[in-house]
């Protein structure tokens, strides 16, 4: 057996093997089978999430926030504005995500909005308000609005704004989108994994 000084990390890959030593005459070593493992991830996607939004442009819904539409197997999100969410400009412009059940919160991955002029029109949600809760009804806010980076309007883009969540519990998350980066009323996101 063998027990480590300090507990593993999170993610690691772990291999070792169990060599045979032939008797002391001439000590021949047969190499054992590499085994490995994984040792489990600190936080796993929330599978089950449902997206709401004050508003939406035709074609472009808050469920795509949360539908992987527009994502490729590297995670990188495209810049086509029908696999994003874009707000009708109705104010507050806000988006609500539904677990299945209460979750303890680890982070939010966030890929702003990606269309292929956003460094021009600058849609995408720059000053955002965060709030969680376990029946839609009482808000907590996460302190401080906090900024969400500028999408790259590239089909390479990978998530660029990492919120840490703290380990709250929560069924329902609120962004409330305050300012973005442009002049519109309008506002969007790509993706997001909680």
Known sequence: SY??????????????????????????????????????????PIESVE?????????MGPEHTVD???????????????????????QP???RFEFDKA????????WNYNYVVESVTGFGARQVTI???????TWTQIPDALEFAQGTSLPTYAPNTT???????AKYV?????????SSTRCGLSEVRF
Do not use: C
């Open 3 to 44: 027990e480590p000084d300090t507990p593993l990390g999170y993610g690691e890959t772990w291999y070792w093997r169990i060599d045979e030593v032939g008797p002391a005459a001439d000590s021949e070593i047969n190499k054992g089978r590499v085994w490995s493992f994984t040792v489990e991830s600190f936080g796993l």
């Open 51 to 59: 997206a709401t939004a004050s508003g939406a442009e035709a074609g």
């Open 68 to 90: 992987g539409s527009g994502l490729n197997e590297s995670n990188q999100h495209s810049t086509e504005a029908t696999q994003m969410w874009l707000s009708a400009g109705t």
């Open 93 to 95: 412009n806000w988006i």
């Open 103 to 110: 979750y303890k919160l680890h982070e939010l991955w966030v």
């Open 131 to 137: 709030e969680y809760s376990l029946d839609a009804s």
């Open 163 to 169: 919120v840490d969540l703290g380990g709250v519990v």
């Open 174 to 182: 609120r962004l409330t989108v305050e300012t973005t980066w442009g």
